[in-house]
């Protein structure tokens, strides 16, 4: 019956009525059907201006089937003929440079709350003591940098390099002050906007890290 029937009558569908399908004319008379950009040996024949094309020509270029039934004919299509390809997800963190940046995201920590206890409790605020956080929180970058692998991993990467010259930044601003004998009040962090940057870049890259993907809401800027 299904021979029967496609070869009587050519099985002929109308174009218009299905997606994602081009015509493409060829050097001679025959017009040949490409799908999904992809080119096909599917014959497509002219009739008063319309175009028509062999329904299991058809299905085996989309990779369908067909089912008959009486005077009813089925053309199923599969499921990667009907979908838009998913597009590419963007490779996350890699795992090494989540383990070289955690270390060094903890450094920057220590560094700040060794800064920000001196300050509330009064302490003396040296160079040398601060240097020490310092160096440490910069190895743990350095090994960062070398750890970074992929896009993802080299535009943290910056985010952190940021966190780092910040902290830098308010470290040597402390300590300035101390050297010149300036009063520091122990509650001078908080209206301190660059303590506040840090602390909220801090906040935004440990979401990073929990979600092992890459995000910059321009806290870290």
Same mark, same amino acid.
């Given at each position: 019956?299904?021979?029967?029937?496609?070869?009587?009558?050519?099985?002929?569908?109308?174009?218009?009525?299905?997606?994602?399908?081009?015509?493409?004319?060829?050097?001679?008379?025959?017009?040949?059907?490409?799908?999904?950009?992809?080119?096909?040996?599917?014959?497509?024949?002219?009739?008063?201006?319309?175009?028509?094309?062999?329904?299991? +020509?058809?299905? *085996?270029?989309?990779? =369908?089937?067909?089912?008959?039934?009486?005077?009813?004919? $089925?053309? @199923?299509? #599969?499921?990667?003929?009907?979908?838009?390809?998913?597009?590419?997800?963007?490779?996350?963190?890699?795992?090494?440079?989540?383990?070289?940046?955690?270390?060094?995201?903890?450094?920057?920590?220590?560094?700040?709350?060794?800064?920000?206890?001196?300050?509330?409790?009064?302490?003396?605020?040296?160079?040398?003591?601060? +240097?020490?956080? *310092?160096?440490?929180? =910069?190895?743990?970058?350095?090994?960062?940098?070398?750890? $970074?692998? @992929?896009? #993802?991993?080299?535009?943290?990467?910056?985010?952190?390099?940021?966190?780092?010259?910040?902290?830098?930044?308010?470290?040597?601003?402390?300590?300035?002050?101390?050297?010149?004998?300036?009063?520091?009040?122990?509650?001078?962090?908080?209206?301190?906007?660059?303590?506040?940057?840090?602390?909220?870049?801090?906040?935004?890259?440990?979401?990073?890290?929990?979600?092992?993907?890459?995000?910059?809401?321009?806290?870290?800027?």
């Amino acid at each position: 019956m299904r021979e029967k029937l496609s070869h009587a009558i050519m099985t002929l569908l109308w174009l218009a009525f299905m997606p994602n399908l081009l015509v493409s004319p060829a050097a001679d008379e025959n017009r040949y059907l490409t799908v999904n950009g992809l080119p096909s040996q599917v014959v497509v024949l002219q009739i008063n201006g319309r175009s028509y094309a062999d329904l299991e +020509a058809l299905a *085996r270029a989309v990779h =369908g089937s067909l089912a008959f039934n009486g005077n009813q004919i $089925a053309l @199923t299509l #599969s499921p990667s003929a009907v979908s838009p390809p998913a597009s590419p997800t963007a490779p996350g963190l890699s795992r090494d440079f989540l383990k070289a940046g955690i270390e060094a995201m903890s450094n920057v920590r220590e560094w700040h709350s060794a800064l920000a206890n001196a300050i509330r409790n009064q302490h003396p605020i040296g160079e040398n003591w601060l +240097a020490a956080f *310092r160096d440490q929180a =910069g190895t743990s970058l350095r090994l960062a940098s070398v750890a $970074a692998s @992929t896009d #993802s991993d080299r535009s943290a990467l910056l985010l952190l390099t940021n966190e780092f010259n910040n902290m830098k930044q308010l470290s040597d601003k402390y300590v300035a002050k101390r050297q010149s004998a300036s009063y520091i009040a122990p509650d001078s962090l908080q209206d301190d906007d660059l303590e506040k940057k840090i602390v909220t870049c801090g906040h935004a890259l440990a979401a990073m890290v929990a979600s092992s993907q890459f995000q910059d809401d321009g806290s870290c800027q």
